[in-house]
T-cell receptor, first 107, second 116 residues
Framework: GQQLNQSPQSMFIQEGEDVSMNCTSS?????WLWYKQDPGEGPVLLIA?????ELTSNGRLTAQFGITRKDSFLNISASIPSDVGIYFC???????FGTGTRLTIIP | GAVVSQHPSWVICKSGTSVKIECRSL??????MFWYRQFPKQSLMLMAT?????????EQGVEKDKFLINHASLTLSTLTVTSAHPEDSSFYIC????????????FGPGTRLTVT
């Protein structure tokens, strides 16, 4: 079956730093979605990507759909405390979720 | 827009009893709803996909007789965990889609089930 690997698994950064995480797949995806999940809550959709090569921004967040359709990255610029959480990539209509990247901001 | 609610947000039940969880799309019609399970510090695992008015499609390894799904209307889907056991304790999350890949999936806030 399809597998999505996210890296890094966890990140410890200082407020104001930029963040970059990526997601790779063993097979081609037609859609990439990035979600953020806070503890005890459901995931919230951040960015949706629908075409290979597409680069989309949402405020301080930028994500790209890889040309090979097997990878995607998410960048967060100038991180703030509320960016803390777990970020998941997911692909296709019947979502396959990545393993998650836990972001922690060091005061 | 695209708000999905779940009820209850948490529930504790005794082993052997059944629990029903509701998922509602509040401001759009959800042609498809999905049910996920998430164990602590793990990713979301899809349990089943349901389309309004038809039987749910279950993922491999998910017992359809144990996890009963009903998608009676375009705004409501229910998941019933029958004869719950402690190993069913988990975070159950639904999502809803208005149809078509570009709509995306919007998630409910989740329901934490604890079976004692």
């Amino acid at each position: 079956g399809q597998q999505l690997n996210q890296s890094p698994q966890s990140m410890f950064i200082q407020e104001g730093e930029d963040v970059s995480m990526n997601c790779t797949s063993s097979s081609i995806f037609n859609t990439w979605l990035w979600y953020k999940q806070d503890p005890g809550e459901g995931p919230v959709l951040l960015i949706a990507l629908y075409k290979a090569g597409e680069l989309t921004s949402n405020g301080r967040l930028t994500a790209q759909f890889g040309i090979t359709r097997k990878d995607s990255f998410l960048n967060i610029s100038a991180s703030i405390p509320s960016d803390v959480g777990i970020y998941f990539c997911a692909g296709n209509e019947k979502l396959t979720f990545g393993t998650g990247t836990r972001l922690t901001i060091i005061p | 827009g695209a708000v999905v609610s779940q009820h209850p947000s948490w529930v504790i039940c005794k082993s052997g009893t059944s629990v029903k969880i509701e998922c509602r799309s509040l401001d759009f019609q959800a042609t498809t709803m999905f049910w996920y399970r998430q164990f602590p510090k793990q990713s979301l695992m899809l349990m089943a996909t349901s389309n309004e008015g038809s039987k749910a499609t279950y993922e491999q390894g998910v017992e359809k007789d144990k996890f009963l799904i009903n998608h009676a209307s375009l705004t409501l889907s229910t998941l019933t965990v029958t004869s719950a056991h402690p190993e069913d304790s988990s975070f159950y999350i639904c999502s809803a889609s208005g149809g078509g890949e570009r709509f995306g999936q919007y998630f409910g806030p989740g329901t934490r089930l604890t079976v004692t």
